[in-house]
């Protein structure tokens, strides 16, 4: 079956620590996404992918990094210059032509102690 | 700037119908999709409307006037298991390759 992999669903770090959360998609999709997601709100946008080696910065990159050297794989490293990276983050990829829509994985629940 | 508008919560009968609303500001506009998210879980598409009008899918149905900046999701025949957040959302960018996700409209569904 086709889909969207994320893991782990929960995650816990240290202040001060370097975190890094997996996305895998076997659809064959080319652009992948990376969205934060706090309570009581909607998602916002971290870092997207276009294409293999080449990624934008989102609406709220600072503090985040990613790399794109397989279609498949989109990881996100939550580094400690996040101030408050305590949230929901959700992995999506889109097919191309199809802006509309999006397929997200489970999500990761990152806590930082 | 990019910003979609929507309530924050909806309180409905187990089946009724209810309507959730969005208004839309965009630098372009690309259409309007619906997604669905139950609480811990992911957003899944529900529908999208390209141009004016209504879309139907089983008991949801979504509208769009682009003259207006708005589009609603209906959903008929309420089951308990509508309860979720549903979101608005915009493509944007000069290639359309970014989607801007209203705040979300949280429908608590009561037996």
């Known amino acids: 079956d086709g889909g969207i992999t994320q893991s782990p669903k929960y995650l816990f770090r240290k202040e001060g620590q370097n975190v890094t959360l997996s996305c895998e998609q076997n659809?064959?999709?080319?652009?992948m996404y990376w969205y934060r997601q706090d309570p009581g709100q909607g998602l916002r946008l971290i870092y997207y992918?276009?294409?293999?080696?080449?990624?934008q910065k989102g609406d709220i990159a600072e503090g985040y990094s990613v790399s794109r050297e397989k279609k498949e794989s989109f990881p996100l490293t939550v580094t400690s210059a996040q101030k408050n990276p305590t949230a929901f983050y959700l992995c999506?990829?889109?097919?191309?032509?199809?802006?509309?829509?999006?397929?997200f994985g489970p999500g990761t629940r990152l806590t930082v102690l | 700037g990019q910003s979609l508008e929507q309530p924050s919560e909806v309180t409905a009968v187990e089946g009724a119908i209810v309507q959730i609303n969005c208004t839309y500001q965009?630098?372009?506009?690309?259409?309007l999709s619906w997604y669905q998210q139950h609480d811990g879980g992911a957003p899944t598409f529900l529908s999208y409307?390209?141009?004016?009008g209504l879309e139907e899918t089983g008991r949801f149905s979504s509208f769009l006037s682009r003259s207006d900046s708005y589009g609603y999701l209906l959903l008929q025949e309420l089951q308990m298991k509508d309860s979720a957040s549903y979101f608005c959302?915009?493509?944007?960018?000069?290639?359309?390759?970014?989607?801007?996700f209203g705040s979300g409209t949280r429908l608590s569904i009561r037996p």
């Open positions: 999506a990829s889109r097919e191309r032509g199809a802006q509309h829509e999006q397929f």
């Open positions: 659809l064959n999709h080319d652009a």
């Open positions: 992918s276009q294409i293999v080696n080449d990624f």
């Open positions: 965009t630098s372009g506009f690309y259409g």
């Open positions: 409307n390209a141009l004016d």
């Open positions: 959302a915009c493509p944007y960018s000069s290639s359309a390759s970014k989607i801007i």
